[in-house]
């Protein structure tokens, strides 16, 4: 975050394990946690992804470490909770934020197609919060996933992703009602239409851009930065009583567009 609304220092001494941690909103995330003084392991199955960004995080003096696992396997997800504590010695908060995304009509979407994004995004949600359960009992941690709005009214070749990010919700609340005892507080973050990310470049032509854009109240995409700073309060100790909310971080779009839906 290159103009900070925090107080310095505001993590200062807690680790993070960060999925998709080396590129777009997570890898946002991890710089901005790293700023604010957290150690981050940085996770994602390609080395490529998380060297640059740890090395970026590095030199400018924060603490982060590439750790390579693909969040589909259990017995993976394990062996880098392990690297992490084994670095830093603990783990206070999680973010789940490797997920996997395509374009395609439901009737030409494959069980295969399906099933991938279901693994990644939601599967793989549950197997990180499971993995790190000890550590986050012992510390009094938390849970932050990244959801998406995509499933609140039903979005045209995003029935893989919605059906994912709708069990992404149910697992936070869950988990919220079910870790809370033990001081574990869980919540989620759905952003909307993020300018600077990878998917708007990839998955959303120009044409499709500005409807978007005029669809928005406050006139706007989002930016990486958005998501940090909602992302860095949840995460403090600003939040403390804050469990089991998925945070809506869009500007106010999926409001306007059930308005619109609804004639």
Request: proline share 4%; charged share 20%.
């Amino acid at each position: 975050m290159s103009e900070s609304i925090f107080a310095e220092g505001i993590l200062n001494g807690r680790v993070a394990f960060v999925t998709g941690g080396g590129t777009g909103i997570t890898g946002g995330v991890a710089r901005a946690f790293a700023e604010a003084g957290a150690s981050v392991a940085l996770v994602s199955r390609k080395l490529e992804h998380l060297r640059p960004a740890a090395d970026a995080i590095n030199e400018n003096g924060g603490k982060a470490i590439p750790v390579v696992a693909d969040v589909r396997q259990p017995d993976a997800v394990e062996k880098a909770v392990a690297q992490t504590i084994e670095q830093f010695g603990k783990i206070d908060i999680v973010v789940n934020g490797a997920a996997g995304n395509f374009l395609c009509a439901a009737e030409e979407l494959s069980p295969n197609g399906f099933g991938t994004v279901v693994d990644i995004d939601l599967k793989g949600t549950f197997n990180v919060c499971r993995a790190a359960f000890a550590q986050l009992k012992e510390h009094r941690g938390q849970i932050l996933n990244i959801s998406a709005t995509l499933h609140y009214l039903g979005t045209p070749m995003q029935l893989h992703v919605s059906a994912a990010k709708a069990g992404v919700d149910a697992l936070t609340r869950n988990l919220a009602v079910e870790w809370g005892r033990y001081g574990i507080r869980v919540n989620a973050i759905a952003p909307g239409p993020i300018e600077d990310t990878e998917g708007m470049t990839r998955l959303v032509p120009e044409p499709v851009k500005n409807h978007l854009r005029k669809s928005i109240p406050l006139g706007r995409f989002g930016r990486i930065a958005d998501i940090e700073k909602a992302a860095m309060f949840i995460c403090s100790d600003a939040a403390s009583y804050i469990n089991g909310t998925v945070l809506i971080v869009d500007g106010g779009q999926w409001l306007a567009m059930n308005r619109m839906v609804g004639g």
